[in-house]
């Protein structure tokens, strides 16, 4: 494949749910993990078949548990947290419906589920998703994340998750309702903000996608992505 085609062919997608992975300092290998999501270079995920395999065995093996024993995973440990977070993912879209209901209840909104995939386009690459609700009367968006424990503090990938939702949305600011698997919950708002989606979500994609868009050595990055295996 030509450096030629490379440049003219890498144009990428990226998830609104997966931003985050290379707007806060990512390392070489996240860099990766991303770009091999994306045509040209979805040939480099040498893992792939693999991958779904073992995701698809623990969800169904493990789809009525909250919480994870990692003795009972027999497979190889670099799967181990990819795995895991599939599994609470998926465990977290099931339970969606119930925790905006409880939310519309507990605190007076009107959240309706709203499952249409929105597409922003910019000079570089293009961000899509699908936001999990909408409150029209107020202008006001919800997401919901479901996980393992609660951190200190709203991680800068899941606020930057929710701007890109205001961005593909219109709305001014959005409830941040995290869920964990032993029954804590945060509630959080998150405003939107011009100058730091320009600066800390678009800037760095920009980044991402001239690096490699510029990478005609294939033969390179198979190379350096297999040293990651």
Not at 43 to 65: G, T
Not at 136 to 143: A, S, T, W
Not at 159 to 184: D, F, I, P, R, W
Not at 201 to 228: D, H, M, R, S, T
Request: aromatic share 12%.
């Amino acid at each position: 494949m030509s450096e030629t085609n490379l440049k003219m062919n890498f144009r990428p997608l990226f998830k609104a749910s997966e931003v985050g992975l290379l707007t806060n300092s990512p390392s070489l290998k996240i860099e990766f993990e991303c770009l091999v999501r994306f045509q040209p270079f979805s040939n480099l995920r040498l893992d792939k078949a693999i991958y779904e395999k073992v995701s698809k065995k623990i969800i169904d093996d493990y789809a009525d548990k909250w919480t994870l024993s990692e003795q009972n995973f027999v497979y190889l440990s670099k799967y181990l947290e990819m795995a895991k977070s599939r599994v609470f993912m998926e465990r977290g879209t099931q339970y969606e419906p119930f925790v905006i209901q409880k939310v519309n209840r507990e605190k007076n909104y009107n959240f309706v589920p709203d499952k249409k995939y929105r597409i922003a386009s910019f000079d570089l690459f293009q961000i899509g998703g699908i936001i999990d609700g909408i409150d029209k009367e107020r202008d006001l968006l919800i997401e919901v994340k479901t996980k393992s424990f609660l951190k200190e503090q709203v991680s800068c990938a899941e606020k930057h998750q929710c701007m890109v939702y205001m961005k593909l949305t219109g709305c001014k600011n959005c409830l941040l309702v995290e869920n964990s698997s032993s029954g804590e919950q945060r509630i959080s708002s998150i405003e939107w903000d011009k100058v730091e989606f320009e600066k800390k979500i678009i800037q760095p994609l920009n980044v991402f996608v001239e690096k490699y868009k510029n990478a005609g050595n294939v033969e390179a990055l198979v190379k350096n992505y297999k040293e990651f295996e």
